[in-house]
């Protein structure tokens, strides 16, 4: 079973960029569709991007299109999402999440897909 471990937030204001980070454990963590989530006070969770196995494919929620980046590397069993442009609306808990029962070519923008999550990094954007 893979594990996540999500560093890389903090507090910045409007404009500025943050990446973030999430380290994988695990022997299988190649294989899977690789997805990042935010969830902001008194809001359901939501899909923020995703990845395919290759890092062939990407899939973005479209109010971070043109403004954030996911990739991975899978020799260092690291997925990043870059964020640049911050506003005030992306302030949120971000989760790392990999949808390991799928297989790794078609990227959900469904939470529901996402079923080992990390602990979370918090984002502050102030404006």
């Known amino acids: 079973q893979v594990q996540l471990v999500e560093s890389g937030g903090g507090l910045v204001q409007a404009g500025d960029s943050l990446r973030l980070s999430c380290a994988a454990s695990?022997?299988?963590?190649?294989?899977?569709?690789m997805g990042w989530i935010r969830q902001a006070p008194g809001k359901e969770r939501e899909f923020v991007a995703g990845?395919?196995?290759?890092?062939?494919?990407?899939v973005y929620a479209d109010s971070v299109k043109g403004r954030f980046t996911i990739s991975r590397d899978s020799a260092k069993k690291t997925v990043y999402l870059q964020m640049n442009s911050l506003k005030p609306e992306d302030t949120a808990v971000y989760y790392c999440?990999?949808?390991?029962?799928?297989?790794?070519?078609?990227?959900?923008?469904?939470?529901?897909?996402?079923?080992?999550w990390g602990q979370g990094t918090q984002v502050t954007v102030s404006s």
């Open positions: 999440a990999a949808d390991s029962s799928r297989g790794g070519n078609w990227i959900s923008k469904s939470v529901l897909a996402y079923d080992v």
């Open positions: 990845i395919n196995w290759s890092g062939g494919s990407t």
């Open positions: 695990g022997r299988t963590f190649s294989r899977y569709c």
